[in-house]
């Protein structure tokens, strides 16, 4: 599955960034879509995920800040991310798998998910 995504960039603390990721898989590798991100020095985390039927999945350092969408007839994901802080920079790839927005993090230890972008930069300054 290829993926590709847009609207990183660099904000100040409190700031508003959206990203975007559109896919080319079908319906059943794109079931669930989602974010996962890495900080520097950092491993890999799960950040939002939403599935076909709806379900959303965040981490808990999002919620609340982060909202998590998707137009399946275009299969694109969206990140809204409000309220900003520095330990959100990092590098910040779409991924999917056919799996409900629960299990969807737990497919990065896994590694069996679907489609991988290749990364957005999100900066954010204090």
């Known amino acids: 599955v290829d993926m590709v995504e847009s609207g990183g960039g660099s904000v100040q603390a409190g700031g508003s960034l959206r990203l975007s990721c559109t896919a080319s898989g079908d319906r059943y590798s794109t079931y669930c879509m989602g974010w996962f991100r890495q900080a520097p020095g950092q491993e890999r985390e799960g950040v939002a995920g939403?599935?076909?039927?709806?379900?959303?999945a965040y981490a808990e350092s999002v919620k609340g800040r982060f909202t998590v969408s998707r137009d399946s007839a275009k299969n694109t994901v969206y990140l809204q991310m409000n309220d900003l802080k520095p330990e959100d920079t990092g590098m910040y790839y779409c991924?999917?798998?056919?799996?409900?927005?629960?299990?969807?993090?737990?497919?990065?230890?896994?590694?069996?998910?679907?489609?991988w972008g290749q990364g957005t930069l999100v900066t954010v300054s204090s």
């Open positions: 939403v599935d076909r039927d709806g379900g959303t």
């Open positions: 991924a999917s798998a056919y799996t409900v927005a629960d299990g969807f993090f737990g497919r990065l230890s896994t590694q069996s998910l679907d489609g």
